[in-house]
């Protein structure tokens, strides 16, 4: 992967973590940016040491959305080319929407725009009373669109919908109640010691288990309730018949970590 111009990444203990690193620039979440953000995703995605997947930001902001120095040339673009700019932001949401490892956000400072949509995108989203989350977009004149996608399966339609038209700002503890944010931690400090105790707890469970779950979760979760428990029962066949549920009650009984096989590497971890 990279080398890389907006991000940095870096892979230790079975945890990739991948750092906003345009901080005098308050992270923006341009082509460049995006462009990154999908090849380092896709890269620690398909990595089998990488067991779990952190997004978090250098500086005082978290990702102040798209840049609006790019996105005020549009009406000089041709059309075709003002329709592909978002594109690679589209193509990082599909990706998170696949991804088949837990992914955690820390957030410690504003996340707008699509700085919003991007946290959004992760399975569990800690924060600091730093972190302030807003979608701002009719102040300058454009409506949120591609980020709906992500938050309208995270926050309450009312809700988010007084927040696209009025652009206000939430808190952390707003975010917390409405139940975007998981955790709110009372400092940076304790952010990153949060975001480790996750990342070990995420670390303990079955790689197959999750990569299989995510998937089924998302395919689930857009059918209706009795479309769901039909298509269940064929889902939860591969877990049923697979390894890991023997080693799991193996580990169980005898009172020991259980020693999982990644699927695609056949190598075992504890």
């Known amino acids: 992967m990279g080398p890389f111009e907006a991000i940095a990444v870096a892979v230790e ?3 990739g973590t991948i750092t906003l690193d ?20 896709s890269g620690l995605f398909a990595d089998d040491a990488v067991r779990v997947v952190v997004l978090r930001a250098n500086g005082p902001a978290f990702c102040a959305g798209g840049d609006l120095r790019q996105m005020g040339r549009f ?3 041709p059309t075709a080319e003002a329709f592909d700019w978002p594109g690679r932001i589209v193509e990082l949401n599909r990706l998170m929407l696949a991804a088949t490892k837990p992914v955690l956000a820390a957030v410690d400072g504003p996340a707008f725009a699509g700085g919003m949509g991007l946290a959004g995108m992760c399975d569990v989203l800690l924060a600091t009373p730093q972190a302030r989350f807003a979608m701002p977009e009719v102040k300058v004149g454009i409506f949120p669109m591609i980020i709906v996608a992500q938050l309208s399966r995270s926050i309450p339609r009312k809700h988010l919908l007084e927040m696209m038209f009025t652009g206000d700002a ?22 990153d010691e949060g975001v480790k105790a996750y990342a070990e707890r995420f670390k303990r469970a079955s790689p ?21 428990l039909d298509a269940a ?5 591969p877990f049923h018949l697979g390894d890991d549920i023997v080693e799991g009650a193996d580990a169980f009984l005898e009172r020991r970590p259980p ?3 990644d699927p695609t590497s056949g190598d075992a971890h504890a």
């Open 75 to 77: 009406s000089q673009m």
């Open 259 to 261: 020693r999982w096989a």
């Open 13 to 15: 203990d079975g945890v």
């Open 170 to 191: 939430i808190d952390a503890a707003e975010a917390y109640r409405l139940g975007f944010v998981n955790r709110v931690y009372p400092d940076a400090a304790a952010l």
């Open 208 to 228: 197959s288990a999750v990569r299989l779950g995510r998937r089924a979760f998302n395919l689930l979760s857009e059918m209706t309730a009795d479309q769901a």
């Open 233 to 237: 029962q064929f889902f939860v066949m």
């Open 22 to 41: 345009q901080p005098d620039r308050r992270n923006p979440l341009d082509r460049t940016m995006s462009g990154e953000l999908v090849e380092a995703f």
